[in-house]
Protein backbone atom coordinates (compact mmCIF):
# COMPACT_ATOMS: atom_id res chain seq x y z
CA UNK A 1 0.00 0.00 0.00
CA UNK A 2 1.60 3.49 -1.06
CA UNK A 3 2.19 5.46 1.79
CA UNK A 4 -0.01 9.14 1.79
CA UNK A 5 2.85 11.81 0.64
CA UNK A 6 2.37 15.20 3.22
CA UNK A 7 2.97 18.75 3.17
CA UNK A 8 3.73 20.42 6.36
CA UNK A 9 2.65 23.83 6.27
CA UNK A 10 2.80 26.33 9.22
CA UNK A 11 0.20 28.44 10.34
CA UNK A 12 0.54 31.53 11.88
CA UNK A 13 -0.51 31.84 15.31
CA UNK A 14 -1.44 35.34 17.02
CA UNK A 15 -3.13 38.26 15.11
CA UNK A 16 -3.13 36.47 11.62
CA UNK A 17 -4.59 33.15 12.77
CA UNK A 18 -8.12 33.91 12.38
CA UNK A 19 -8.50 35.44 9.44
CA UNK A 20 -6.27 32.84 8.10
CA UNK A 21 -8.82 29.88 8.99
CA UNK A 22 -11.59 32.31 8.05
CA UNK A 23 -9.48 32.45 4.44
CA UNK A 24 -8.43 28.26 4.01
CA UNK A 25 -11.91 27.50 4.86
CA UNK A 26 -13.59 29.93 2.38
CA UNK A 27 -10.80 28.50 -0.33
CA UNK A 28 -12.51 24.87 0.62
CA UNK A 29 -10.55 23.38 3.52
CA UNK A 30 -12.17 22.38 6.64
CA UNK A 31 -9.72 23.31 9.29
CA UNK A 32 -9.87 22.61 13.35
CA UNK A 33 -8.05 23.25 16.20
CA UNK A 34 -8.74 23.10 20.24
CA UNK A 35 -8.15 25.86 22.04
CA UNK A 36 -4.93 24.33 23.75
CA UNK A 37 -3.69 22.84 20.19
CA UNK A 38 -0.69 23.79 18.47
CA UNK A 39 -1.46 20.60 15.96
CA UNK A 40 -5.09 22.13 13.63
CA UNK A 41 -6.21 19.09 11.58
CA UNK A 42 -7.05 19.41 7.62
CA UNK A 43 -9.55 17.51 5.79
CA UNK A 44 -6.75 16.78 3.29
CA UNK A 45 -4.68 13.71 4.87
CA UNK A 46 -1.82 15.70 2.46
CA UNK A 47 -1.69 18.40 4.56
CA UNK A 48 -0.01 18.43 8.28
CA UNK A 49 0.12 21.65 9.76
CA UNK A 50 1.17 23.49 12.95
CA UNK A 51 0.47 26.91 14.40
CA UNK A 52 3.97 29.15 14.60
CA UNK A 53 4.27 32.79 15.55
CA UNK A 54 4.52 34.72 12.01
CA UNK A 55 7.77 36.20 13.71
CA UNK A 56 9.59 32.63 13.78
CA UNK A 57 7.51 30.77 10.26
CA UNK A 58 10.29 31.86 7.70
CA UNK A 59 13.36 30.32 9.85
CA UNK A 60 11.46 27.03 10.33
CA UNK A 61 10.72 27.02 6.38
CA UNK A 62 14.37 27.70 5.84
CA UNK A 63 15.50 25.42 8.02
CA UNK A 64 13.40 22.49 6.18
CA UNK A 65 11.33 22.21 9.30
CA UNK A 66 8.51 23.20 7.51
CA UNK A 67 7.83 22.49 4.06
CA UNK A 68 6.07 26.07 3.68
CA UNK A 69 3.99 28.35 5.85
CA UNK A 70 2.54 32.39 5.63
CA UNK A 71 3.89 34.83 7.08
CA UNK A 72 4.46 39.02 6.65
CA UNK A 73 6.68 40.14 4.12
CA UNK A 74 8.65 41.94 7.51
CA UNK A 75 9.13 38.63 9.03
CA UNK A 76 11.16 37.31 6.41
CA UNK A 77 12.90 40.47 5.95
CA UNK A 78 13.77 40.71 9.75
CA UNK A 79 15.28 37.40 9.82
CA UNK A 80 16.84 37.13 6.13
CA UNK A 81 15.84 34.29 5.29
CA UNK A 82 16.42 32.41 2.36
CA UNK A 83 12.84 31.04 1.34
CA UNK A 84 10.84 31.24 -2.48
CA UNK A 85 7.76 33.73 -1.97
CA UNK A 86 5.18 31.14 -3.74
CA UNK A 87 2.50 33.93 -3.58
CA UNK A 88 1.74 37.60 -2.15
CA UNK A 89 -1.75 37.13 -0.50
CA UNK A 90 -2.97 40.48 0.54
CA UNK A 91 -4.99 39.98 3.67
CA UNK A 92 -4.46 41.09 7.45
CA UNK A 93 -6.08 40.76 11.27
CA UNK A 94 -8.64 43.71 10.56
CA UNK A 95 -8.69 43.94 6.31
CA UNK A 96 -7.23 43.01 2.94
CA UNK A 97 -4.83 46.30 3.19
CA UNK A 98 -1.44 45.86 3.48
CA UNK A 99 0.14 46.71 7.36
CA UNK A 100 3.13 49.52 7.56
CA UNK A 101 5.85 49.23 10.48
CA UNK A 102 6.35 53.36 11.03
CA UNK A 103 8.00 55.75 13.32
CA UNK A 104 6.37 56.99 16.11
CA UNK A 105 6.54 59.78 18.45
CA UNK A 106 4.76 61.74 21.21
CA UNK A 107 2.52 64.61 19.69
CA UNK A 108 4.42 67.14 21.85
CA UNK A 109 7.82 65.37 20.54
CA UNK A 110 10.36 68.23 19.37
CA UNK A 111 11.79 65.30 16.85
CA UNK A 112 10.07 66.38 13.53
CA UNK A 113 12.18 64.19 10.84
CA UNK A 114 13.85 61.19 10.25
CA UNK A 115 17.71 63.21 11.32
CA UNK A 116 16.42 64.24 14.84
CA UNK A 117 16.48 60.51 15.70
CA UNK A 118 20.41 60.55 15.98
CA UNK A 119 21.72 59.60 19.44
CA UNK A 120 17.95 58.63 19.89
CA UNK A 121 16.61 55.83 21.69
CA UNK A 122 13.93 53.44 19.72
CA UNK A 123 11.96 50.43 20.64
CA UNK A 124 10.29 47.76 18.44
CA UNK A 125 10.06 44.50 17.93
CA UNK A 126 11.49 44.53 14.34
CA UNK A 127 15.28 45.11 15.73
CA UNK A 128 17.30 43.95 12.32
CA UNK A 129 15.04 45.63 10.31
CA UNK A 130 14.81 49.13 11.93
CA UNK A 131 18.60 48.77 12.38
CA UNK A 132 19.25 48.54 8.60
CA UNK A 133 16.64 51.22 8.17
CA UNK A 134 18.35 53.41 10.25
CA UNK A 135 22.01 52.49 8.44
CA UNK A 136 20.54 53.71 5.37
CA UNK A 137 20.02 56.64 6.37
CA UNK A 138 22.84 57.31 8.21
CA UNK A 139 21.13 58.00 11.46
CA UNK A 140 22.93 55.91 14.87
CA UNK A 141 20.43 55.71 17.03
CA UNK A 142 20.23 52.68 19.93
CA UNK A 143 17.52 50.02 18.96
CA UNK A 144 15.93 48.41 22.04
CA UNK A 145 13.91 44.82 21.81
CA UNK A 146 10.50 45.53 22.80
CA UNK A 147 8.35 42.83 24.08
CA UNK A 148 5.10 44.10 23.99
CA UNK A 149 3.14 47.16 24.99
CA UNK A 150 5.27 49.14 22.46
CA UNK A 151 3.35 52.20 22.26
CA UNK A 152 3.39 53.47 25.86
CA UNK A 153 7.12 53.37 26.20
CA UNK A 154 7.48 56.61 24.81
CA UNK A 155 8.41 59.37 26.11
CA UNK A 156 9.72 57.67 29.64
CA UNK A 157 11.64 54.44 28.30
CA UNK A 158 11.96 55.42 24.56
CA UNK A 159 12.10 58.38 22.47
CA UNK A 160 10.53 56.65 19.50
CA UNK A 161 8.99 53.41 18.32
CA UNK A 162 8.75 51.52 15.36
CA UNK A 163 5.65 49.82 15.40
CA UNK A 164 3.24 47.90 13.40
CA UNK A 165 -0.17 49.41 12.16
CA UNK A 166 -2.95 48.89 9.94
CA UNK A 167 -5.41 52.01 10.70
CA UNK A 168 -3.05 54.27 12.86
CA UNK A 169 -5.86 54.37 15.54
CA UNK A 170 -3.56 52.77 18.46
CA UNK A 171 -1.30 54.91 18.01
CA UNK A 172 -3.65 58.25 18.00
CA UNK A 173 -5.55 56.33 21.23
CA UNK A 174 -1.66 56.65 22.81
CA UNK A 175 -1.21 60.28 21.68
CA UNK A 176 1.57 59.50 18.87
CA UNK A 177 1.91 60.74 15.73
CA UNK A 178 3.32 59.05 13.04
CA UNK A 179 6.83 60.53 11.83
CA UNK A 180 7.83 58.05 8.24
CA UNK A 181 6.99 54.64 7.14
CA UNK A 182 9.66 52.16 7.06
CA UNK A 183 8.15 49.33 5.88
CA UNK A 184 4.82 48.18 3.81
CA UNK A 185 4.37 44.71 4.22
CA UNK A 186 1.70 41.81 2.98
CA UNK A 187 1.46 37.97 3.92
CA UNK A 188 3.11 35.95 2.25
CA UNK A 189 2.72 32.56 1.23
CA UNK A 190 6.55 31.40 1.51
CA UNK A 191 8.01 27.71 1.05
CA UNK A 192 11.85 25.99 1.45
CA UNK A 193 13.79 25.92 -1.03
CA UNK A 194 14.61 21.86 -1.51
CA UNK A 195 10.54 21.43 -1.22
CA UNK A 196 10.19 23.85 -3.62
CA UNK A 197 12.19 21.58 -6.18
CA UNK A 198 10.38 18.37 -5.21
CA UNK A 199 7.50 18.42 -7.97
CA UNK A 200 4.87 16.77 -5.88
CA UNK A 201 5.32 19.66 -3.04
CA UNK A 202 5.72 22.42 -5.49
CA UNK A 203 2.78 21.49 -7.30
CA UNK A 204 0.48 20.88 -4.11
CA UNK A 205 1.33 24.30 -3.01
CA UNK A 206 0.76 25.43 -6.15
CA UNK A 207 -2.61 24.50 -6.14
CA UNK A 208 -3.06 25.78 -2.63
CA UNK A 209 -2.18 29.14 -3.43
CA UNK A 210 -4.59 29.35 -6.32
CA UNK A 211 -7.52 28.44 -3.80
CA UNK A 212 -6.20 30.88 -1.05
CA UNK A 213 -5.92 33.68 -4.20
CA UNK A 214 -9.15 33.01 -5.67
CA UNK A 215 -10.89 32.84 -1.95
CA UNK A 216 -9.40 36.62 -1.67
CA UNK A 217 -10.15 37.41 -5.23
CA UNK A 218 -13.71 36.74 -3.58
CA UNK A 219 -13.68 38.35 -1.15
CA UNK A 220 -14.96 42.18 -2.15
CA UNK A 221 -17.03 40.69 -4.84
CA UNK A 222 -20.93 39.21 -5.24
CA UNK A 223 -22.70 37.91 -7.87
CA UNK A 224 -26.06 39.21 -8.77
CA UNK A 225 -28.84 37.71 -10.94
CA UNK A 226 -31.62 39.08 -12.91
CA UNK A 227 -34.71 39.39 -15.20
CA UNK A 228 -34.87 41.91 -17.49
CA UNK A 229 -37.36 43.02 -20.39
CA UNK A 230 -35.96 42.38 -23.81
CA UNK A 231 -36.74 46.20 -24.09
CA UNK A 232 -34.87 47.46 -21.08
CA UNK A 233 -31.45 45.22 -22.05
CA UNK A 234 -29.44 47.66 -24.00
CA UNK A 235 -30.25 50.57 -21.36
CA UNK A 236 -29.39 47.97 -18.28
CA UNK A 237 -26.34 46.54 -20.17
CA UNK A 238 -24.87 50.13 -20.43
CA UNK A 239 -25.59 50.74 -16.76
CA UNK A 240 -23.56 47.48 -16.02
CA UNK A 241 -20.59 48.52 -18.36
CA UNK A 242 -20.62 51.79 -16.15
CA UNK A 243 -19.79 49.54 -13.47
CA UNK A 244 -16.78 48.04 -14.94
CA UNK A 245 -18.54 44.80 -15.98
CA UNK A 246 -17.93 44.09 -19.54
CA UNK A 247 -18.85 40.44 -19.80
CA UNK A 248 -22.17 39.77 -17.93
CA UNK A 249 -23.72 36.71 -19.00
CA UNK A 250 -27.03 36.63 -20.79
CA UNK A 251 -29.37 34.09 -21.13
CA UNK A 252 -32.96 33.20 -23.21
CA UNK A 253 -35.56 32.80 -20.94
CA UNK A 254 -38.69 30.59 -21.68
CA UNK A 255 -40.67 33.97 -22.36
CA UNK A 256 -38.99 35.09 -25.04
CA UNK A 257 -39.67 38.81 -24.06
CA UNK A 258 -37.13 38.40 -20.94
CA UNK A 259 -33.54 37.56 -21.14
CA UNK A 260 -31.62 36.87 -17.57
CA UNK A 261 -28.52 38.43 -16.83
CA UNK A 262 -25.67 37.24 -14.20
CA UNK A 263 -22.81 39.37 -13.46
CA UNK A 264 -20.15 39.72 -10.99
CA UNK A 265 -19.46 43.55 -9.20
CA UNK A 266 -17.76 44.86 -6.57
CA UNK A 267 -19.93 44.31 -3.28
CA UNK A 268 -19.57 47.96 -2.35
CA UNK A 269 -21.12 49.20 -5.59
CA UNK A 270 -23.89 46.87 -4.98
CA UNK A 271 -26.06 49.75 -2.87
CA UNK A 272 -26.13 52.06 -5.65
CA UNK A 273 -26.49 49.28 -8.49
CA UNK A 274 -29.52 47.28 -7.51
CA UNK A 275 -31.50 50.88 -7.26
CA UNK A 276 -30.38 51.85 -10.36
CA UNK A 277 -31.17 48.39 -12.03
CA UNK A 278 -34.40 47.94 -10.95
CA UNK A 279 -35.85 51.55 -12.02
CA UNK A 280 -34.46 50.59 -15.64
CA UNK A 281 -36.45 47.46 -15.73
CA UNK A 282 -34.23 44.49 -13.62
CA UNK A 283 -37.00 42.28 -11.08
CA UNK A 284 -36.08 38.93 -9.26
CA UNK A 285 -32.61 40.35 -8.52
CA UNK A 286 -30.95 38.27 -6.64
CA UNK A 287 -27.33 39.04 -4.42
CA UNK A 288 -25.38 36.36 -3.87
CA UNK A 289 -21.32 35.86 -1.92
CA UNK A 290 -18.79 34.03 -3.65
CA UNK A 291 -15.93 32.01 -2.40
CA UNK A 292 -13.53 31.64 -5.27
CA UNK A 293 -13.12 33.97 -8.09
CA UNK A 294 -10.38 31.51 -10.31
CA UNK A 295 -8.63 33.66 -13.26
Known sequence: MEETRTLKIGLPKGSLQESTFKLFRKAGYRVTVSSRSYYPTFDDPEIQSMLIRAQEMARYVENGILDCGLTGLDWVLEQNSDVVEAAELSYAKEGLKPVRWVVAVPNDSPIKKLE??????IATELVGHTKRFLEQNNIKAEVDFSWGATEVKPPLLADAIVELTETGSS???????????????????IANKKAWEDPWKREKI???VMLLKGALAAEELVGLKMNVPKAALSTLMEILREQGLHSPTVSELIDKDWA????????QS??????????????????????????
Open 116 to 121: DLNGKR
Open 171 to 189: LRANNLRILHTVLVSTTRF
Open 206 to 208: QNI
Open 260 to 267: AIEVITKE
Open 270 to 295: VRDLIPRIKNAGASGIVEYPLNKVIP
